[in-house]
């Protein structure tokens, strides 16, 4: 999965919890490549290496453990949005990573070169695997903005009351005194 499922899912599955920060969900849901994708580049030499430490259970129990012992929503959520991302990239079908070192190193990948890399993420889109989740993140992503616009728009008003309220009430006072 690319940029828009991982974020626009994980936002979507927020949506029904309370007891979520968005923010960190959504950081939490492209941690694992932030972390992995040039950490995997800096140790083995290819951006083809992008799914290690942050890519396994451990990482994620790791997250889950600090939540446990802080009972911090931002850490909850944080940890909820890797979860999310190693179900989206179906880790499952990758043992040796989701359950490293248990199951031994990590596999070796070939060398690619940046542009081919790029090449082949993008590529990944003719596959309906990837393209439908993509779709529906970037749908839920713009459905999401254009509920935040509305609600900030709301906050702008209340706040634009309030501040001329204040003005007039100040102007009032001035004038009294």
């Known amino acids: 999965m690319l940029l828009f499922a991982h974020t626009g899912i994980a936002l979507a599955a927020g949506r029904f919890s309370k007891n979520v920060d968005l923010l960190f969900l959504a950081i939490g849901s492209m941690l694992p490549d932030l972390i992995d994708k040039p950490l995997g580049w800096m140790i083995y030499g290819t951006p083809n290496m992008g799914r290690i430490f942050a890519h396994t259970l451990l990482f994620l129990l790791i997250l889950a453990a600090l939540t446990s012992y802080s009972g911090n929503v931002r850490i909850f959520s944080l940890a909820l949005g890797v979860f999310i991302h190693l179900i989206l990239d179906f880790m499952w079908f990758s043992p040796v990573i989701l359950f490293w070192p248990m199951l031994g190193a990590f596999p070796p990948a070939q060398y690619v070169d ?57 102007k009032a006072f001035v004038e009294d005194s």
């Open 114 to 170: 940046p542009l081919s890399y790029m090449e082949m993420l993008l590529g990944a889109l003719r596959t309906p695997l990837v393209l439908i989740p993509e779709c529906l993140g970037l749908a839920y992503l713009i459905y999401f903005a254009m509920e935040r616009k509305s609600n900030a728009m709301e906050y702008y008003r209340r706040f634009e009351t309030f501040f001329h309220k204040q003005c007039h009430r100040i």
